[in-house]
């Protein structure tokens, strides 16, 4: 029985002594095996649709940035850029045009409303001259017809005379001499009558003449008239071709964008790796017929890992940013990796999840929570980069 009671003394002491080193050894340290390895995953996708024509990549292989990743058949998009490179060039001819219009324009008009003032001016002037020579015909008409009726009461009075003296005559009361004067008379008052209504005939042409040149300076002050109406509008007229010139001009920008976006969509007629890493997950094939958006393959950046380690909110008292950190990798039988604490999440990752737990329903249980912590390696110990994404690692974090 004594020899019982010391060997439990003996375990007892020994198990004392062996809890309270690992309690010294570990004091000051917090470690989780809830850590795996993370990196970028960069999806790689098409800008466009169409057909691949070739993959010069495998699977898992090696890609520095600008690497062939994947080519589409170019064809479609060569004929879209050299249509919008036409469209420009016409578009770009059009604008010329329209600008070179503008001072044109703007000249033409000021001189056109000099010119139809000028114009209205000397419509007035004709029509003044016209008024004039109808008002001289019409008082001429007036002077040749009293003219006409003084000469054709003469003519009568002459008629009477010779009437008389013919009678006379021949009861030999007057004689011959007298006779033939007063026929003489006659003769030559009808010359008169004759004449007086010639120049009344003229004086009517002339009316008619100077009222048809009064009409045709009405007509002219009417067609000046409105040539200056037209002329007035020029800055209307200066203002629409500007407005032609600035849409044109509005033309040639949107024909630059269609070229531009013509040119962007050939040059993504080869998709390149937009990061130096390792090509995974590919499912690209030459024949392949692609959309836009479709993902290719995805280039992982393995230079660029860290470690992210879900401890325990419990073990968060004592962890601070930049303290170090010693990483035990599963897959390579414990090695053993450095780094130091970086960053510590903003919430636990429960609350990242698709349905968030809700305490305010009744049912809470309290769980203890995790909170992602990132954990960056010190430089130069994976020139191999063996690290993978996913990996299972082990940290422990050294919070004194």
Request: proline share 4%; hydrophobic share 45%; charged share 25%.
């Amino acid at each position: 029985m004594t020899g019982r009671i010391r060997i439990l003394i003996a375990v007892a002491i020994v198990a004392a002594l062996g809890v309270g080193a690992w309690f010294y050894l570990t004091r000051g340290q917090e470690s989780t095996d809830d850590a795996q390895v993370d990196a970028h995953v960069t999806p790689v996708a098409a800008r466009i649709g169409g057909t691949v024509l070739r993959v010069p990549v495998a699977d898992n292989q090696a890609v520095d940035a600008g690497t062939v990743l994947v080519e589409i058949d170019p064809r479609e998009y060569q004929i879209a850029l050299d249509r919008a490179r036409a469209e420009l060039a016409n578009a770009e001819a059009e604008a010329l045009a329209a600008n070179a219009n503008v001072p044109i324009t703007a000249t033409s008009t000021s001189s056109g409303v000099s010119t139809a003032r000028s114009g209205i001016e000397q419509a007035q002037a004709f029509a003044d001259e016209a008024q004039h020579n109808l008002d001289a015909a019409e008082a001429r008409l007036t002077s040749v017809r009293a003219k006409v009726s003084g000469e054709e009461a003469a003519a009568a009075r002459d008629e009477r005379d010779v009437a008389r003296l013919k009678g006379l005559l021949a009861k030999d009361e007057v004689s011959q001499q007298q006779y033939d004067a007063a026929v003489a008379q006659l003769e030559s008052s009808r010359a008169d009558v004759a004449v007086a209504r010639s120049q009344v005939r003229e004086a009517e042409v002339a009316i008619q003449v100077a009222r048809s040149r009064l009409a045709q300076s009405k007509v002219a002050q009417q067609v000046a008239s409105a040539g200056l109406r037209t002329a007035e509008t020029a800055p209307e007229q200066v203002a629409a071709i500007r407005a032609r010139a600035q849409s044109s001009a509005a033309r040639v920008k949107q024909a630059q964008a269609a070229v531009g976006r013509a040119e962007l969509d050939l040059e993504h007629a080869v998709v390149k790796a937009p990061i130096k890493g390792v090509v995974s997950r590919k499912s690209a094939e030459a024949g392949q017929v692609i959309q836009p958006g479709q993902p290719l393959m995805t280039v992982i950046p393995l230079e660029q890992v860290w470690i992210t380690a879900n401890f325990k909110e419990t073990q968060l008292a004592d962890m601070r940013v930049g303290q170090a950190v010693s990483i035990e990798v599963d897959a390579y039988d414990g090695r053993e990796f450095r780094g130091k604490v970086e960053s510590i999440a903003a919430a636990t990752g429960s609350r990242f999840s698709l349905l968030p737990p809700e305490n305010a329903t009744g049912n809470f249980v309290k769980v203890v929570q995790r909170v992602p912590v990132k954990i960056v390696l010190e430089g130069g110990q994976d020139p191999e980069h063996l690290l993978r994404p996913g990996m299972s690692v082990t940290p422990t974090v050294r919070t004194r």
